[in-house]
């Protein structure tokens, strides 16, 4: 009996939240101006974080209570896999979700809260299926979740994962020595269409390198295609003037570079690339105090940082091994992500731009992805006003996000390091 009025209590609340959604509907999703709207995706996103949260309670149900067997699933992910027609890594995901809420309980009131984002519960999944990873998991759950409700997906994905490589150093092979190894490159004719289809992979060293190259590339192209655009069209031209598409405009580049390497000078290196590779002073420490005594580093999961300027991850050893051998450019940072001061200029050029770029990988705008690369360094504290050229008084934005500034939008960093948009009017931004 007990059985059956928990079912009839758990009918009565699903129906209670269908209800809702109908409602919902009928009413209308209509923002009265962009800060409704902001409060409407801040309201649906935690309810949808929460029926999240209990689709993936009910997976740890099922596989607890051994539920799927009756009809022959293999497992829980199987059965809730086949019922809800859901793609395999999408019942992997769920699954390993609720496996990690099973062990990081303050994780999971958070997550059942709406307070934390599915694509940040699916990175913390993939992380604790690692059972080497999963017991330091344990003892971070604090300061994963803060993470989890701080960060964006992109940057929670990113750093989560380095911590998670860094944890797992003595597993089966470290992660860069297995990724150099198995480098490969192939070049493949399709014998029906007489196409090509290119693949390959390379570690973390290499593969910074070549994208930085190809990014010059890829720009180059670019710039051609907007400047024949702008012959036929003007001042008013846009990208859908454009003679090529993007991925049209990624083929291009990289046959572009295939002909100027073949026309190049033997050993001939692109005229003045650099190559900047960003640490934190601890990391780069322990990696050349690593190299001299002969053992494998060790560095703090908490204070590790070895990427490039757009924020590509490499690996610590083979950068520290690239900075002894060649031309190198060492950035370092201090607690809360600011450069030291590399001298004065009256604009952000140089190192001086480096080391105001260096904490950041995108724009530093909400919500804006453009990288740090295509970036220009503004001041904070306008130049003609007495701010100084040095890296706590620039920042990162693109283009577009700089002439916005002029629209009465301000941007200033808090004590504690974080960014902050404040609108004309006076209010801050999310």
């Given at each position: ?7 009839a209590?758990a009918?009565?609340?699903?129906d209670?939240?269908?209800?809702g959604?109908?409602?919902?509907f009928?009413t209308?999703?209509?923002?009265a101006d ?8 801040t309201?649906?996103?935690t309810?949808?974080r929460?029926?999240a949260a209990?689709?993936?309670?009910l997976?740890?149900v099922?596989?607890?209570?051994n ?7 293999a497992s829980a992910?199987?059965?809730?896999r086949?019922h809800?027609k859901?793609s ?14 099973r ?6 009131e958070a997550?059942?809260a ?6 940040q ?7 604790h299926?690692n059972p080497?990873?999963r017991?330091e998991?344990e003892a971070?759950q ?9 960060m964006?997906?992109?940057r929670?994905a ?6 998670a490589?860094l944890v797992d150093?003595?597993?089966?092979q470290?992660a860069g020595?297995?990724?150099h190894?198995?480098?490969d490159f192939?070049?493949?004719p399709d014998?029906i ?9 390379f570690?973390s ?6 994208r930085?190259?190809f ?12 400047a024949?655009a702008?012959v036929?069209?003007?001042d008013r031209?846009t990208?859908a003037d454009l003679?090529?598409?993007?991925a049209?405009r990624r083929?291009?580049a990289?046959h572009r570079?295939?002909?100027?390497a073949a026309?190049a000078?033997?050993g001939?290196v692109?005229p003045?690339?650099?190559?900047n590779?960003h640490w934190?002073?601890e990391?780069?420490e322990?990696?050349?105090a690593?190299?001299s005594d ?5 560095p703090?999961p908490?204070?590790h940082?070895?990427?490039t300027p757009d924020?590509f991850d490499?690996d610590?050893t083979?950068a520290a091994?690239?900075s002894l051998l060649?031309?190198f ?8 992500g600011v450069?030291i001061?590399?001298?004065?200029a009256r604009?952000?050029t140089?190192?001086?731009r480096?080391?105001?770029?260096g904490p950041?990988?995108r ?6 992805w453009?990288?740090?690369?295509a970036?220009?360094i503004?001041?904070l504290?306008e130049h ?6 040095n890296?706590?008084?620039?920042i ?5 996000h700089?002439?916005?500034k002029?629209?009465g ?5 808090e004590?504690?390091?974080t960014w902050r948009l404040?609108?004309?009017d ?5």
């Amino acid at each position: 009996m007990g059985s059956i009025v928990l079912l009839a209590e758990a009918a009565e609340a699903i129906d209670t939240i269908g209800n809702g959604l109908d409602a919902l509907f009928a009413t209308g999703m209509s923002p009265a101006d962009d800060r409704d709207a902001i409060q409407w995706i801040t309201e649906l996103e935690t309810l949808s974080r929460r029926v999240a949260a209990a689709q993936t309670g009910l997976v740890a149900v099922i596989d607890r209570d051994n539920l799927h067997a009756a009809d022959g699933h293999a497992s829980a992910k199987v059965m809730v896999r086949h019922h809800a027609k859901l793609s395999e890594g999408d019942a992997k995901a769920r699954t390993q979700v609720a496996a990690a809420c099973r062990d990081l309980p303050d994780v999971a009131e958070a997550w059942q809260a709406g307070q934390v984002g599915a694509s940040q519960m699916r990175v913390i999944g993939e992380v604790h299926a690692n059972p080497r990873v999963r017991p330091e998991m344990e003892a971070r759950q604090l300061r994963l979740l803060d993470d989890a409700k701080l960060m964006s997906a992109r940057r929670f994905a990113q750093t989560t994962r380095s911590w998670a490589r860094l944890v797992d150093q003595d597993g089966p092979q470290p992660a860069g020595e297995r990724n150099h190894e198995g480098r490969d490159f192939k070049l493949i004719p399709d014998p029906i269409d007489a196409s090509w289809t290119l693949s390959g992979s390379f570690g973390s060293m290499q593969g910074a390198e070549m994208r930085e190259i190809f990014d010059h590339f890829i720009d180059a192209e670019f710039k051609a295609d907007w400047a024949a655009a702008k012959v036929l069209v003007g001042d008013r031209v846009t990208k859908a003037d454009l003679e090529r598409t993007d991925a049209q405009r990624r083929a291009d580049a990289l046959h572009r570079l295939f002909r100027d390497a073949a026309a190049a000078p033997e050993g001939a290196v692109p005229p003045g690339f650099i190559h900047n590779i960003h640490w934190s002073a601890e990391t780069y420490e322990e990696l050349l105090a690593s190299l001299s005594d002969n053992r494998a580093p060790r560095p703090d999961p908490d204070t590790h940082m070895c990427r490039t300027p757009d924020g590509f991850d490499i690996d610590p050893t083979e950068a520290a091994t690239n900075s002894l051998l060649f031309s190198f450019r060492r950035m370092v940072v201090d607690a809360k992500g600011v450069v030291i001061d590399l001298g004065r200029a009256r604009r952000f050029t140089g190192s001086a731009r480096t080391a105001a770029s260096g904490p950041h990988q995108r724009c530093v705008w909400p919500g804006c992805w453009v990288q740090v690369s295509a970036c220009e360094i503004d001041h904070l504290h306008e130049h003609a006003k007495g701010g100084g050229t040095n890296p706590t008084n620039g920042i990162p934005l693109c283009g577009r996000h700089n002439r916005w500034k002029q629209k009465g939008f301000t941007v200033h960093r808090e004590p504690d390091g974080t960014w902050r948009l404040t609108r004309p009017d006076g209010t801050q931004a999310a």
